[in-house]
């Protein structure tokens, strides 16, 4: 095998010098990870893609067990696909919509998701709307299930949405849809990889996340959690040879979770993906997620607490990011400057939440989110960076030892 396609780990190590505080947009995968889907391209080259996926079918499969552990269902009800747009686009023009069926979606909704459900709810003749919050701007469950009734149809949930560490109340949600009529659907993007997820607790009929965030599993890749008594009455727009079936003229679709995957798709990405879950497995999730919170805490308060830096997060509970402004600085020059420090944070306004920015009147944000790796000295150095941007690095906040 050529040096071109032997690469290794070791080949993608990461700068010292830079600092990543955007794992919410996209997680650096672990060494093993990228070993992973490298080795599999090499496999490509020398075998042949064809072949070097049949080699694999074993390990393929096994993902499937896998990704079941991960999110606690059977693995028939797993289905992997290319992001979590594909996964929810999808299954969302396949959940059956008559004229005035009446769809309720979250404030933290993605644009992408509001899109898919406008789609849908507009070929049908049903509406949308937005769902009872409190003061907090979550889901208020109890109002909610006041305005309940037969023609709610759907309801969309953003567990974690983009523009704020709001963690919505997803297992109360599920309790109180429990018998009713509504296809319960949460976005998980956000959540997989830092909460333990329980689609049976959840009490949801279909759940779908990207694999690139807290996961930490490659780009291209996502999974979906579809029950089985959701899968039997989809009306799927999009079919191919995988999802469905051709005998004597007639089409069969598949009955499962699989009708949401494709025939065509990235082997080695794949397999990557099934890696970072793999990890993920193997740690404590409800551990992860303590020392996650306990780290985000710290550099919320130590941003907070510099004059001229605005934090906007709300939430009874919140998770693993910080959103916050700088007075007299726009989000995109801000987030240049820091990225020319080596600190790489994510930019949001409401053309990613259009629905939770703008009933909030915040016209942009910055986004630090943190993983397990984020320490005292990280912080301090993207503390110390925010201070001096504000004008005030003279006195920035003291340190707090993460692990006391």
């Known amino acids: 095998m050529s040096d071109a396609v032997s690469g290794n780990a070791a080949s993608a190590t990461r700068p010292a010098n830079l600092v990543h505080f955007n794992h919410a947009g996209a997680g650096q995968s672990s060494a093993e990870c990228v070993a992973e889907v490298i080795d599999h391209l090499g496999k490509e080259v020398r075998f042949g893609p064809m072949e ?53 979606v979250s404030s933290q909704e993605w644009v992408g998701n509001l899109i898919a459900l406008k789609r849908r709810a507009d070929s049908a003749g049903a509406t949308i709307e937005v769902a009872p919050c409190d003061a907090t701007t979550a889901v208020d469950v109890e109002a909610l299930k006041r305005i309940l009734d037969d023609r709610v149809r759907l309801v969309a949930l953003t567990w974690i949405g983009a523009s704020g560490p709001l963690v919505n109340p997803a297992t109360e949600l599920g309790a109180a849809l429990a018998g009713t009529n509504a296809v319960y659907v949460i976005d998980a993007s956000q959540a997989l990889g830092q909460l333990p997820i329980d689609v049976t607790e959840l009490q949801c009929d279909a759940l779908i996340a990207c694999g690139r965030k807290y996961l930490r599993g490659p780009r291209g890749t996502a999974i979906a959690y579809l029950a089985t008594r959701l899968a039997s009455d989809l009306q799927p727009v999009r079919l191919d040879d995988h999802a469905g079936s051709w005998a004597h003229g007639h089409v069969t679709v598949r009955k499962s979770a699989r009708v949401l995957e494709t025939a065509e798709f990235s082997v080695a990405l794949r397999l990557g993906l099934i890696r970072a879950i793999e990890q993920a497995l193997s740690g404590d999730l409800i551990r992860t997620r303590a020392s996650l919170d306990r780290t985000a805490s710290c550099l919320r308060d130590r941003l907070a607490a510099l004059p001229g830096v605005r934090v906007h997060d709300v939430g009874r509970l919140k998770a693993a990011a910080v959103t916050f402004s700088i007075d007299g600085l726009s989000c995109d020059q801000a987030q240049s400057e820091l990225a020319s420090r080596g600190l790489m944070v994510g930019y949001n306004g409401p053309a990613y939440t259009p629905i939770d920015l703008v009933r909030r009147g915040i016209p942009e944000l910055l986004r630090a989110s943190v993983h397990l790796e984020t320490d005292d000295d990280t912080i301090t150095k993207l503390v110390q960076a925010v201070a001096e941007l504000a004008g005030n690095d003279h006195n920035p906040p003291m340190a707090r030892n993460l692990w006391i």
């Open 52 to 104: 070097a996926e049949k080699r694999m079918a074993a390990r393929l499969d096994y993902g499937y067990e896998l990704a079941s552990r991960l999110l606690g269902c059977e693995p028939g009800e797993v289905a992997f696909g290319t992001g979590h747009g594909q996964l929810y686009g999808d299954l969302i023009a396949a959940i059956p919509l008559k004229a005035g069926d009446r769809v309720l």
